[in-house]
């Protein structure tokens, strides 16, 4: 399996007739999007706005935030979205832009979702604010249900981001990165001497605003399943997570997810990167219990030393995590986690909901529910009043003078659980 | 052996008892809109004690509870003749209900504050509703 990544810098993006990047500034035809969008007649309205690190701006509710991607050749991004007539990903040449994002925002159930500044004390909190977004408003019929509603997001979102990334095509100036994954076998013999490491990619696979799609269908029917990076590259996996902007690994997160890029680096030298289990977190006990049994096992196929496990979720999918870990290092398998805490306002309380005495080693990407002090930005993208319902935020986050009170939760990427994220913890 | 969902919201109960959504057949409801979700937990917990298990996790997957008013736990409950030759409580049961409990509690006391408002009530119903959906789907693959 090898994917070349050809990743072509973007540095601004304006609205123009053409499309074309020239000098590394996107020109994209909003119009021409907006076309694209509204194939879709589900869809009632659609605009599309850009917001610029630095700026004083707030995108508020973000849904999904996703990075451009689109194949010169080797199969389709974003595969089994579209087309039934799927190939593997990860194979060929991919096109990134890279330095932007497109942001989907807009009403969808319930709680709404989360807040990103592009400038003042947002920008410590998530990368979300150092990016270029193409931010698309969209806004559903009146008859689409709320199932309906989250797909037609999500699906204009990816749509987009295809589209746009598609004008990359012509650019020579690019990094390259080339990716090969090759068979367990091969990958054993390389580098016998190095610790074997795998990672358990956990997902949310629980209904509406907390699922994932893997090739294009609902994670709620998969077992724990062999992947590659390459595939999550390619765009295998998508979000269909709302709730809790802070911890949900939108699109982006998974495109760049942090574990897969730090052991793809030191693969070779301190460890033996040996594969990726995809772990969805179901509901019922029973299948919690499989699934544990089902990881466990491809985890010991793949002939781990060592695991990392990243976390997704609050409450329940904490005894996903907990019972993996448990019975890894049972297996006398070493294993580390990755979650955030939900220690309270003043962090003084139990952090997580569920924990075992095997769970010895955990990375923690901060407490949730500290609060920050925004500033008023002079411009919003999407609707501010519904800073009062995302998660994080309530009906007393609007200061009269315009400020912000949040929770951290409610910063898009404010503790993101692959860890691509600015907090972290350190020893005092 | 029966199934029992113990919930204060009416939307799991209108699917339950009178919409005859298939996932939801032959299952028992305990539905009263008064109680709190504390409520809820205790009155699983005490079924428990008794020797019900739990099917789901009593915890949504993202949704906290000073973010929702709704609860719902869904259980395997001994029958009255399994009962009388004596049934063994469930650890694994009974650690997650006390989990819960204790989390809820800490949720409710230390955070920001109360975040939903009575024009969210209806789609706080639909989300809690389909999280036992997706589970009661799950059970009878």
């Not at chain 1, 030393?305 to 976390?311: E, F, R």
């Not at chain 1, 290092?329 to 805490?341: C, D």
């Not at chain 2, 029992?4 to 005859?20: D, F, H, M, P, Q």
Request: hydrophobic share 40%; aromatic share 6%.
């Amino acid at each position: 399996m090898n994917l070349e990544l050809r990743k072509v810098q973007i540095k601004d993006i304006v609205f123009d007739t053409v499309d074309k990047i020239e000098d590394g500034v996107l020109h994209v035809d909003p119009k021409r999007l907006e076309e694209l969008v509204l194939e879709d007649s589900r869809v009632k309205a659609v605009s599309f706005d850009i917001a610029r690190p630095g700026e004083s701006v707030r995108i508020v509710p973000v849904k999904d935030v996703i990075e451009p991607r689109a194949k010169l050749e080797g199969g389709e991004i974003f595969p089994g979205l579209f087309r039934e007539d799927m190939q593997e990903a990860g194979n060929g040449i991919t096109y990134c832009l890279k330095g932007m994002a497109v942001t989907s925002t807009g009403p969808i159930v319930g709680f709404q979702e989360g807040v990103i500044d592009m400038s003042g004390p947002c920008v410590d909190y998530t990368i979300y604010s150092s990016i270029l977004h193409l931010c698309m408003i969209i806004e559903k019929q009146d008859y689409v249900d709320p199932h309906d509603h989250e797909e037609v997001v999500r699906l204009a979102g990816i749509k987009v981001a295809k589209t746009v990334a598609e004008i990359g095509f012509d650019v020579t100036e690019y990094e390259t990165e080339n990716m090969e994954w090759k068979p367990i076998g091969e990958k054993y013999a390389e580098f016998p001497d190095l610790p074997k490491v795998v990672y358990v990619y956990n997902c949310m696979a629980q209904g509406l605003l907390h699922d994932t799609y893997f090739y294009g269908r609902d994670a709620k029917a998969l077992v724990p399943t062999m992947i590659t990076p390459n595939e999550v590259m390619d765009g295998a996996l998508i979000s269909g997570n709302c709730v809790s902007p802070g911890s949900k690994t939108t699109t982006y997160m998974h495109q760049n997810n942090a574990v897969i890029r730090e052991l793809l680096k030191i693969h070779g030298t301190e460890i033996n990167f040996m594969g990726i289990v995809l772990n969805p977190l179901m509901t019922t006990l029973k299948e919690k219990f499989r699934d544990r049994m089902m990881t466990v096992r491809e985890v010991k196929m793949l002939g781990a030393d060592g695991v990392l496990i990243s976390q997704e979720g609050f409450g329940n999918p904490t005894t996903d995590l907990m019972i993996v870990c448990q019975e890894l290092e049972n297996n006398g398998i070493k294993t580390v986690i990755i979650t955030n805490e939900d220690a309270g306002v003043d962090g003084m309380s139990e952090p997580l909901p569920d924990s075992v005495q095997e769970a010895n080693a955990i990375v923690t990407t901060g407490n949730s529910n500290a609060t920050v002090m925004l500033p008023a930005m002079d411009k919003t993208i999407g609707i501010l009043k519904e800073v009062e319902r995302v998660c994080g935020g309530n009906v007393t986050s609007i200061q009269e003078d315009g400020r912000l009170l949040l929770e951290i939760h409610g910063i898009m990427g404010g503790h993101n659980l692959q860890g691509n994220t600015k907090l972290g913890a350190i020893t005092i | 052996m029966k199934l029992l969902i113990i919930t204060n919201n009416s939307r799991v109960n209108e699917a339950i008892s009178y919409n005859g959504e298939s996932c939801f057949r032959n299952i028992d409801v305990d539905f009263d809109p008064d109680m709190s979700q504390m409520d809820v937990l205790v009155r699983a917990r005490d079924m428990i004690h008794l020797g019900a298990k739990l099917v789901m996790h009593p915890m949504m997957g993202r949704i906290k509870p000073h973010e929702t008013p709704y609860k719902s736990v869904f259980l395997e409950v001994p029958e009255e003749r399994e009962r009388e030759k004596g049934t063994e409580c469930d650890l694994n049961s009974v650690i997650m209900i006390e989990d819960s409990m204790a989390e809820t509690a800490k949720l409710l006391q230390n955070t920001f504050a109360l975040k939903y408002d009575d024009s969210m009530l209806p789609d706080l119903q639909y989300l809690d509703f389909l999280l036992l959906k997706a589970g009661a789907e799950e059970y009878r693959r």
